[in-house]
């Protein structure tokens, strides 16, 4: 070898350090992403790896963080490498035997929710004699797309349960009604938490159906980025003019929540996500499974084109039955690729890293400020009372917590939603009970306040020096959706 050629040889690092960067390149897992979702969020175990790997990274000592030498031509070795990040296609969307791109093959669900391979493989199951059962979501006929469970047994029920609803539904209690009902064998279709709690049942050492012979469940799992709250997101629809009675169908498709009046037309009106996401279901936040990684078939639209769905075949009787039913007619079926893939692990990616970006709210009323600029809060005399409309059964939208600060004269007090979605103009009036009188009335509007987050309101007392602490605190919250949410009497006693 020459002298000439030795100079120009790669050191074996270099050579790796290179392939694995041209690998890489593009795909935005840089060290921004690194520093946004493991370092900030605190959950770094400072092992110095993400420096150890890359040449423009050193490890900085005094703030225990890496920190940047040189350019970041985002690359994504550091964040590759870090032991915190997930990034292997199988944590991201979990084992699978075989992936397909499938469609039906039967005319009366040509045209329905995206390929309708779902309602085609229970309509194969049904034929087949496979399942007694099936237990499947539909529209309420009582509440325009509210969502209920249901038990079907016949293709022309599957057929006329088809279409997607972006809301929760109690399926396990329709699962168990079947059992009870002696069916053997059932067919559950359900989202990634209605699956998990099924293999649970059947797989945990204290499952209700561990030692359960007489039925056998296939899992057909559903896609699920996001589930809405109906009593949230269906009022905003009909203030922007939407009437649910005349929707066909709705569907989530690139990063849209479109609504149609005609299944086969154009959507009358679309949403981003983005826009709908303060109604979004508080538990997604904490939801890290995207394709139902628990499900015999997972079936999604994610990745598989217009009119197709992404499908997984993860055990070896959901393989069996995908097959079959293709050979049968039911369903059509190609192999998935390198393409499709990517579109569902860029997204199964930021269902995954949601456990790291959930951050708790806490939001601080203060009276007697001379903060005059506040985009979320506004305090005022009370003028009128919100009239009173029925609040949605017995869920509970706010609880409260009181603490008294004596030397103050000042009651503190903490509401929280506790109702799972965003709570809009919520009206909060506190009062002072006298007999049959009302002294002292305050009232703040809040625009909007998150799930589970917390407002304190400080309200000062109406006591004299050196008298006992004794009163009557009237605490009421109402929103012009669902009238008075909240109504509760502190009563204030001296220690003894």
């Not at 030795?6 to 790796?16: F, I, R, V």
Request: net charge negative.
């Amino acid at each position: 070898m020459t002298e000439n050629n030795t100079d120009q040889t790669e050191t074996p690092y270099e050579y790796s350090f290179e392939y694995i960067q041209k690998k890489l390149e593009g795909k935005k897992d840089s060290f921004g992403m690194l520093m946004k979702e493991i370092v900030r969020t605190g959950i770094c175990t400072e092992c110095g790896t993400c420096a150890a790997v890359c040449p423009v990274l050193e490890w900085d000592d005094l703030t225990a963080q890496p920190k940047l030498i040189g350019k970041c031509t985002g690359c994504g070795i550091c964040y590759n490498q870090c032991p915190r990040t997930i990034t292997d296609p199988y944590m991201l969307m979990g084992d699978f035997k075989t992936g397909y791109v499938a469609n039906t093959n039967i005319p009366e669900v040509i045209g329905g929710q995206d390929g309708g391979t779902v309602t085609s493989l229970l309509c194969y199951l049904f034929n087949e004699h496979l399942i007694d059962a099936a237990v499947v979501t539909m529209k309420d006929p009582n509440k325009p797309w509210h969502p209920i469970a249901q038990i079907i047994t016949s293709k022309d029920d599957a057929i006329k349960s088809s279409g997607s609803i972006y809301s929760h539904s109690q399926t396990v209690e329709a699962l168990m009604d079947a059992v009870r009902q002696d069916f053997r064998s059932i067919a559950f279709v359900g989202t990634p938490c209605n699956i998990d709690a099924v293999s649970k049942m059947f797989d945990s050492p204290t499952g209700m159906l561990k030692y359960f012979m007489r039925c056998h469940v296939l899992k057909i799992g559903l896609f699920c980025m996001d589930s809405f709250a109906p009593e949230a997101l269906y009022p905003f629809f009909e203030k922007g003019g939407i009437d649910l009675l005349k929707v066909q169908k709705m569907n989530i498709n690139k990063g849209k929540f479109h609504l149609y009046y005609d299944p086969q037309g154009e959507p009358v009106k679309s949403y981003t996500i983005r826009q709908l996401d303060k109604f979004k279901s508080s538990s997604c936040n904490f939801c890290t499974d995207l394709t139902a990684e628990n499900a015999d078939i997972s079936v999604g639209s994610v990745g598989s084109g217009a009119n197709k769905n992404t499908v997984f075949a993860r055990t070896g009787i959901g393989t069996e039955i995908m097959e079959d039913a293709a050979e049968k007619g039911y369903i059509k079926i190609e192999p998935f690729n390198a393409i499709n893939l990517n579109a569902v692990l860029f997204l199964a990616k930021l269902k995954k890293v949601s456990q790291y970006t959930i951050q708790k709210r806490k939001v601080f009323i203060v009276r007697d400020t001379d903060e005059r600029e506040e985009p979320r809060i506004e305090t005022k005399p009370e003028v009128e009372q919100v009239a009173v409309k029925p609040a949605l059964g017995a869920r509970k939208f706010i609880s409260a917590k009181k603490d008294l600060i004596e030397e103050d004269k000042l009651l503190n007090l903490s509401l929280t939603n506790t109702i799972g979605y965003v709570l809009e103009g919520m009206k909060i009036r506190v009062v002072t009970i006298e007999e049959l009188f009302e002294k002292r009335p305050w009232i703040t509007t809040i625009k909007e306040l998150f799930p589970f987050e917390t407002i304190e309101i400080g309200y000062p007392l109406d006591i004299g020096e050196g008298e006992p602490i004794k009163a009557n605190i009237l605490v009421e919250a109402s929103t012009e959706a669902f009238g008075k949410i909240f109504s509760r009497t502190f009563k204030l006693a001296p220690k003894e």
